[in-house]
């Protein structure tokens, strides 16, 4: 157990509709980052948030944001959902943005429909 | 920018048996290096990284893994593969700066071990 929780681990919906996925880090780690794996991609980084603020920005769609709260935990908004965006969504934290191990999460598999 | 290859999508391996697992990058100076493993179904657990110093370094499991730098390498290996060690492996390379906490992945090998 890495101590990142997400929520939820599955998840089902149809095209067009938009999810929330929920991210809390390990206690202490205020960094929180998000990544997508998917069958033809792999694994891809899309954005980190570090003490609220956004880091930095991967191969993220405009479909798609993010943003982290005062409590540190970190939500995944996904809208106009396509059946391209089906795959496995990971959260990692780690206790500051430059470098640090990263400590992922269970993920959470969104299968659009 | 960063890049990270993994040249064998799968490789099988017989219980007892030593085991290496490729892993070449593409960065411009001194990377940040890590091996990580996913079980099916499971999430990402980081077997051992590469910051700084000593090129050769353990990690869990009994996995340990090489920097050369000469050959932009981070080769995974283990002296005695388990039936348990059966799962796909990821090589990630970070780097800091304008990047930040940003991981690149490769495309991961999948570890097939036969009893």
């Known amino acids: 157990d890495s101590g990142v929780t997400q929520t939820p681990k599955h998840l089902i919906t149809a095209t067009g509709q938009r999810v929330t996925l929920r991210c809390s880090p390990r206690?202490?780690?205020?960094?929180v980052y998000w990544y997508q794996q998917s069958l033809d991609q792999g694994l891809q980084f899309l954005i980190q948030?570090?003490?609220?603020?956004?880091?930095a920005k991967g191969n993220i769609l405009e479909r798609f944001s993010a943003q982290q709260f005062p409590d540190l935990h970190s939500e995944l908004n996904l809208s106009s959902l396509e059946l391209g965006d089906s795959a496995l969504y990971f959260c990692?934290?780690?206790?500051?943005?430059?470098?640090?191990?990263?400590?992922f999460g269970p993920g959470t598999r969104l299968l659009v429909l | 920018a960063q890049s990270v290859t993994q040249p064998d999508i799968h490789i099988t391996v017989s219980e007892g048996a030593s085991l290496e697992l490729r892993c070449n990058y593409s960065?411009?100076?001194?990377?940040?290096l890590f091996w990580y493993v996913q079980s099916p179904g499971q999430g990402l657990q980081l077997l051992l990284k590469?910051?700084?110093?000593?090129?050769l370094v353990q990690g869990i499991k009994g996995f340990e893994a090489e920097f050369k730098r000469s050959q932009s390498s981070f080769n995974l290996r283990k002296p005695s593969v388990h039936w348990s060690d059966a799962a796909e492996y990821f090589c990630?390379?970070?780097?800091?700066?304008?990047?930040?906490?940003?991981?690149?992945f490769g495309q991961g090998t999948i570890l097939t071990v036969h009893p």
């Open positions: 990692a934290s780690s206790p500051r943005p430059l470098q640090e191990t990263q400590y």
């Open positions: 206690s202490g780690d205020l960094s």
């Open positions: 948030y570090y003490n609220g603020e956004e880091r």
């Open positions: 960065y411009g100076a001194t990377p940040y």
């Open positions: 590469y910051f700084s110093g000593d090129t």
């Open positions: 990630a390379v970070g780097a800091g700066g304008t990047s930040y906490g940003k991981l690149t």
